[in-house]
């Protein structure tokens, strides 16, 4: 049977903490976000608990008059417990050995095995087309279990927001890049 996901990076943020807002631009984007997802019959939208993401698709939820599902594993990535001026170096060398950690941070194989876990588990639900919101490195890097190709250079086309669809069929996965709004 088949299974469609629609895997969302959340909206315009006015930073990175865990209770950061949208911008006034991001709640816009969420509410053509809405309109563009609001037809495609979805059974659930799960989301990560940062509010930025909770913003992002609760137009859509309010719309289609369905709960959102918070899930901690769908939590933005942590790189590393203190800040670095060299991060985007440190991010892109990550994406090259998925096993490399800094301190106090999470290895991409760690991330990416935490975001995949929910993924995996629609894919065995009853539900048949789903939309999964989270944040930029771990949507790449959720990306990247199911088409290993995708990787740093990737990460930085990312949008905010940025849709991908995700389309599993038996053993197929395929990928499609579906929002072409900035």
């Known amino acids: ?3 469609i996901i629609y895997l969302v990076r959340h909206c315009k943020a006015e930073g990175q903490k865990f209770d950061a807002q949208l911008t006034v631009e991001g709640i816009e984007q969420a509410k053509m976000l809405a309109e563009f997802l609001s037809n495609k019959q979805m059974d659930a939208i799960i989301t990560s608990p940062f509010l930025r993401a909770v913003q992002s ?3 859509l939820a309010d719309m289609l008059q369905l ?4 899930d901690e594993r769908l939590g933005e990535r942590v790189l590393s417990k203190q800040d670095h001026p060299n991060w985007l170096n440190m991010l892109e060398e990550s994406f090259e050995r998925l096993d490399l950690t800094f301190p106090g941070g999470e290895s991409s194989f760690q991330a990416m095995e935490r975001g995949s876990s929910v993924i995996n588990e629609i894919v ?3 539900c048949k087309v789903s939309v999964v919101a989270t944040h930029g490195n771990l949507m790449s890097l959720i990306l990247k279990n ?3 190709t995708f990787g740093f250079k990737e990460w930085q086309s990312l949008k905010n927001p940025d849709v991908f669809k995700i389309t599993f069929l ?3 996965v395929a990928i499609e890049r579906i929002w072409s709004m900035s």
């Open 1 to 3: 049977m088949e299974k």
């Open 57 to 59: 698709v609760q137009p």
């Open 67 to 70: 709960q959102l599902v918070t």
């Open 124 to 126: 065995q639900s009853d």
């Open 146 to 148: 199911y088409e290993p």
């Open 170 to 172: 038996g053993t197929d």
